[in-house]
C-alpha cells in the first residue's frame, strides 16, 4: 500500500551541487506534482504534470527542472542548487488532475543547501 | 492569479470544543473545487475535506464541515468534538494550484 513514494527523504547539498528527486506512484494515477513547502508560505507549485508527456511550470519554477519518465515516475532536478532551494519538497499525484480530483501526497524530502 | 489567505497563523481549542478555521480566496472564475487538508508533525498530507464551487450545499465529513460562501470567497473549516488527533497545520487549497500559508491547530486535554 505504497501510495506515492519520495526518495531521498534527506539530502545536504553544497551551493552548486545538483541532484534529482525521485517520485513514483503506484496508483494509475494522471497527474503528477511538485510543491516546496516554506515556513509561514504554505505550499507552492513548482512543476506539474496533467498527463504523461506533458509538463508544465507552476508558481516557483526557476531553478528546477522535471522529467514524467512514464506514468508512475516525475523526476525533479536542481541543475546548480542555491541556499534559496532550501526546503521540504513534496510530490503528489491525483487521479483526474486540473481542479477536481484529491491530491495524494509523499512524505516529503528535507533539503538542505549549504 | 488566484490567491488563498489563511488569517489566523495559531489556533488553540479544548479537547470536545468546536473551534473554526479561516479560508479566503480570490478568483474570477465561476467554477473551481477549494480543499482542507491536514499536515500532523508526521509531514504527511491528507484532505480532510472537499467543496465543489458549484454546490451550494456545504460539505460534511463526520466532525468536519465547512461553511462556503461563494459571494465572500470564504471557505472556513469548522471541527466539531476536537480531539488530540486533531493537532496538525491545516492547509486551504483552491484546486490544485494555491495553498494557503497554513494554521496550527493545537488542542488541549
Known amino acids: 500500500n505504497a501510495g506515492v513514494t519520495q526518495t531521498p527523504k534527506f539530502q545536504v547539498l553544497k551551493t552548486g551541487q545538483s541532484m534529482t528527486l525521485q517520485c513514483a506512484q503506484d496508483?494509475?494515477?494522471?497527474?503528477m506534482y511538485w510543491y516546496r513547502q516554506d515556513p509561514g508560505m504554505g505550499l507552492r507549485l513548482i512543476y506539474y504534470?496533467?498527463?504523461?508527456?506533458?509538463?508544465d511550470k507552476g508558481e516557483v519554477p526557476n531553478g528546477y527542472n522535471v522529467s514524467r519518465l512514464n506514468k508512475r515516475e516525475f523526476s525533479l532536478r536542481l541543475e546548480s542548487a542555491a541556499p534559496s532551494q532550501t526546503s521540504v519538497y513534496f510530490c503528489?499525484?491525483?487521479?483526474?488532475?486540473?481542479?477536481?480530483?484529491?491530491?495524494?501526497f509523499g512524505e516529503g524530502s528535507r533539503l538542505t543547501v549549504l | 492569479a488566484q490567491t488563498v489567505t489563511q488569517s489566523q497563523p495559531e489556533m488553540s481549542v479544548q479537547e470536545a470544543e468546536t473551534v473554526t478555521l479561516s479560508c479566503t480566496y480570490d478568483?474570477?472564475?465561476?467554477?473551481?473545487?477549494l480543499f482542507w487538508y491536514k499536515q500532523p508533525p508526521s509531514r504527511q498530507m491528507i484532505l480532510v475535506i472537499r467543496?465543489?464551487?458549484?454546490?451550494?450545499q456545504n460539505a460534511t465529513e463526520n466532525r468536519f464541515s465547512v461553511n462556503f460562501q461563494k459571494a465572500a470567497k470564504s471557505f472556513s473549516l469548522k471541527i466539531s468534538d476536537s480531539q488530540l488527533g486533531d493537532a496538525a497545520m491545516y492547509f486551504c487549497?483552491?484546486?490544485?494550484?494555491?495553498f494557503g500559508a497554513g494554521t496550527r491547530l493545537t488542542v488541549k486535554p
Open positions: 503528489a499525484s491525483s487521479e483526474y488532475g486540473g481542479a477536481s480530483g484529491e491530491l495524494f
Open positions: 496508483m494509475n494515477h494522471n497527474s
Open positions: 504534470s496533467a498527463s504523461e508527456g506533458t509538463t
Open positions: 478568483t474570477s472564475e465561476s467554477d473551481y473545487y
Open positions: 467543496q465543489e464551487a458549484y454546490k451550494q
Open positions: 487549497a483552491y484546486d490544485d494550484m494555491r
